[in-house]
């Protein structure tokens, strides 16, 4: 009975040394200059020039600090930049979507708008930045992925074909530390931590701060890409809580004059923006 | 949340004041890791190879920073049986507890549930009062979270091993 009552006795202080609520270290805390991405690699809207495309891309480079542009594969494993995964119809011919279009439809879909719709691949923009502005960054959306055809339903399988593509032409063009990746899926951020270097890997965030930062310390991620005035708030406590546990943030689309100004006084490490005019006066 | 408690409490006292005449009913007290200091009964059936038992506990002695309350429902049915219609025949059981816990600390307030399948050996110290212990793991599912600083980031454990000690008479 006594060595009963002692084998308890250790037992009961072994699960007494743990704790219920599991808390992360703090880092070394740094200030950080807030960077500007241009969203949609600063094309669209009231731009001259197209959403994701090559010519937004050259053009916002030249003013503020980065990119942030959206992603789709085609049949042909090439990523290719747009929002939506849908093609439009042009001369008569029908047009599936990324996934079920090789390239050489797309060029020709492309060939066939003329230049009301031009479609970018990604490789051509690591190119340039790789060329001309290899110290300033590109952030990679890949939206939660839904297959458009029953021959493209291997949804996890797509997604992690996008994250080896983004690999590979991080590492031909040496964008290591300069290239991020935000999603809302967190199998293919974490394919894409394990089997990269110096890819940085955002959780997307509508509105729940708390949580995300919770699932970013849990699975390793580099930080948040945190939708601005959606759902919650976040101030300066926000921000510093996060860099205090060594995690970065992104906050999008900050617009108006009032709302950058206002972004960019609780310092967060990115901020991306359609409003480059006012980034253009800055200047 | 305080009216649950309160008709537990009421129904738990009813029971006592019945006890004598009720030889179905267990009651109990001591110490769980997700149970806090805790006391409640027991009601037995099936020719007492089957129990619920409920109990309320708190906990702010282990770890002054924290304070905890918890209500833990349970289903539980014996193993290894031994003579027909006699309670202290079963020494091991296997329960399925959940327990409804807060927690509040310098940083947080939790609400949560915890879903704990345990295995239980009890001990017989004498005719009326036995030693119980339980161990298995707890399975924490987040209800409500509310940040009272920004000092911390934290988040309950989503499984950790769970024990209570009781004594049962």
Known sequence: MIYRLIITIIIFSIFQSCDKIKYYPDKDYHEVKTLILAHKAGGGDSSRYQENSTDAAKYSLSIVDGIEVDLQISKDKTI??????????????????????????????????????????????????????????????????????????????????????????????????????????ASFLNYLKNNSIGIEVYLTSFGDFERAMQLCLESKYSGISFKYKFGEEIGIENIQLIRRKGLKIQLWTVDSEENINEAISINPDFIQTDNLKYFEKLK | MRIIIFLIVTFQLNQISNAQNLSRFDYFFGYGFYEGLNIGSEYFFKSYKQSISTSIGYDKFIDKKQESFALTIGYNFAIFRKHKNDSNAYKWHINNNVVLWQLEDDYYIWKAISLIPSINRKFILCRNLSLSFDIGPSFNIVLYNKRKTYKEVGWPYHVMPDFRILLIF
């Open chain 1, 80 to 185: 290719w930049l747009a929002h939506n995964a849908d093609l439009s119809d042009c001369g008569g011919v029908s047009y599936d979507c990324f996934p079920e279009t090789t390239d050489n439809q797309i060029i020709n879909l492309d060939s066939c708008n003329g230049n009301t719709l031009n479609y970018s691949r990604l490789e051509e923009i690591f190119a340039f930045l790789s060329s001309s502005y290899p110290n300033k960054y590109i952030s990679l959306d890949v939206k939660t992925w839904l297959p458009c055809a029953v021959t493209s339903s291997d949804v996890l399988g797509v997604m992690n074909v996008i994250a080896d593509e983004i690999i590979r032409l991080t590492g031909k063009y040496n964008l290591q530390n300069h290239v991020m990746v935000e999603s809302e899926t």
